[in-house]
């Protein structure tokens, strides 16, 4: 139980990638973790791409990133819709000024790119964002798992066995 003691959240809404919200909310747990599920309204039933249900535990308003130890950003369709709340882009811009760990995986790099954190750091993702990426002034690698200080990220669901170590490791610290 290496992470038993931290609070990270998990944000949350419809159309995410199942595998990549549930296989780090379950691992991070195991660790110790409390993962708390954040997302437009608490107390409200999400569905995955593939109908995989999440209540959510809180609403973006109601959490503060000084709470926490982390965030962790699922990837699906669900980015395109969590980067259009001012609170969702703040959260993330306060975990990077405190440069606590960003989780981002596949599509989540969205989230980042509109909170305007990506110059010059070094990233992966789905190939299908690459272009957005490198336009946000990342540096793109296509690898499974890429760490660049605080910000961990990964490609898609095949590569969460590597993820998850970087992110473990990353909240570790």
């Known amino acids: 139980m290496t992470l038993k003691g931290k609070k990270i959240i998990a944000l949350v809404s419809d159309d995410f990638e199942d595998l990549e919200l549930w296989y780090p909310v379950l691992r991070l747990r195991e660790e110790g973790a ?3 599920l954040v997302a437009e309204e608490a107390k409200k039933v999400y569905h995955g791409k593939y109908g995989v249900p999440v209540t959510s535990d809180y609403d973006f308003d109601s959490v503060r990133a000084e709470d926490y130890d982390g965030i962790i950003v699922p990837g699906g369709w669900s980015p395109d819709k969590l980067r259009r709340f001012d609170s969702v882009l703040n959260l993330i811009r306060s975990f990077d000024t405190a440069k606590k760990p ?12 509109s909170a305007g954190i990506l110059e010059g750091i070094n990233v992966t993702s789905t190939p299908g964002i690459k ?13 499974p798992v890429v760490t ?5 990220s990964s490609r898609r669901p095949p590569d969460l066995p590597e993820y998850l ?9």
């Open 165 to 173: 170590p970087a992110l473990i490791a990353a909240f570790e610290k």
């Open 131 to 143: 272009d957005d990426m490198m336009n946000a002034g990342a540096i793109w690698h296509n690898q």
């Open 102 to 113: 960003i989780g981002q995986i596949c599509h989540a790099g969205w989230v980042l790119i």
């Open 148 to 152: 660049d200080g605080h910000i961990i």
């Open 34 to 36: 409390s993962v708390h």
